[in-house]
């Protein structure tokens, strides 16, 4: 009898044994295997409908303050942050979408509100566009502050969370939240408690911004841009390009005080406005020419 195969087959089940024993071992050594616990399983991949986190901001958003103070005073405060409340898979969570150093793009730090009142931009930014149902601004320490004479007195702020029905923003016009602060509704200090600024001073409404501001540049150039700026800000919120015979329109701005300037290679504006330009929801605000006239060369 040919003993070839015999062997044969007894080497390779030999061999099969061995591998089973080693992998065997290899699984129950140090104290590893079951008995550590499941393994980490592979990460999964992405679904499409993601967070609001992770969405890519492409909603415009400007957040207006609107406040005045008592007679003879300033009210000083500083915002740090707002926030959104949104809804996904019947989770609850806040998404941040204001920051101090947003609201330093457009204001000088700290806010300050005087008897005939103010605007202040708190912020000009993109947010994802997911449904939000509730808008909630943290104060730095939660505290404000009244000036007279010199003296002054903090407060302390009580702020509610905003509802907002199920409020999604618009992907190409300017989304408008202003926050109204009504210190008529101010709770005055006693013997035991210090001034306060209920809830009930503050008041929310949203919408899309609707001031339009309209002017010429002359002469025409090719390449002038129209910069507009809020109030003191270094930072342009708009930027447009005049037309061929040098008109231009700057729509769907929210109410306030502006600065405007004209920039051309080699031009610069001849007769800039001296007062901030005052635009209002009432009528598109028409300014008179604007004039460029050549800068001059220092030569070499």
């Known amino acids: 009898m040919d003993m070839k ?3 044969i087959i007894v080497i390779a ?3 099969l044994l061995a591998l089973v024993g080693c992998s065997t071992a290899g699984t129950t050594s140090g104290g590893t295997g079951a008995e550590a616990g499941p393994w980490p399983t592979a990460p999964t991949q992405p679904s499409s409908s993601r967070p609001a986190t992770d969405e890519t901001p492409n909603a415009p958003l400007m ?3 609107r406040a005045a103070a008592p007679e003879d005073t300033q009210l000083r405060l500083a915002v740090t942050q707002i926030e959104f409340k949104v809804v996904e898979k019947n989770t609850e969570r806040w998404v941040t979408v204001v920051k101090k150093d947003d609201v330093a793009k457009n204001e000088p730090a700290p806010l300050l509100f005087g008897a005939k009142g103010g605007t202040a931009l708190l912020a000009n930014v993109q947010v994802p566009r997911r449904k939000y149902t509730a808008v909630r601004v943290t104060l730095e320490d939660g505290k404000a502050a009244l000036l007279k004479e010199k003296k002054e007195s903090k407060l302390t702020v009580k702020l509610p969370q905003f509802p907002l029905p199920e409020w999604t923003p618009d992907d190409k ?4 939240l202003t926050l109204k602060l009504d210190i008529g509704k101010l709770v005055k200090a006693t013997d035991t408690a210090p001034a306060t600024l209920p809830a009930e001073a503050f008041s929310l409404t949203h919408g899309v911004a609707t ?3 309209t002017g010429k540049v002359q002469p025409a150039l090719p390449n002038a841009k129209v ?6 800000s270094k930072t342009a919120l708009r930027t447009v390009a005049p037309t061929a015979d040098g008109t231009f329109s700057v729509s769907d701005l929210p109410e306030g005080k502006y600065r405007i300037d004209v920039r051309a290679n080699g031009y610069a504006l001849q007769n800039p406005p001296k007062e901030l ?3 209002t929801a009432d009528k598109p605000l ?3 020419p604007l004039t460029l006239g050549a800068t001059p060369t220092t030569a070499t």
Do not use: T
Request: hydrophobic letters at 70%; charged letters at 5%.
């Open 5 to 7: 195969p015999v062997a």
């Open 13 to 15: 089940l030999g061999a």
């Open 63 to 65: 957040v207006l303050l």
């Open 173 to 176: 016009l300017p989304n408008l």
């Open 211 to 213: 001031c339009i501001l």
């Open 227 to 232: 910069e507009l700026f809020w109030g003191a």
């Open 277 to 279: 330009l005052n635009v």
């Open 286 to 288: 028409a300014l008179d």
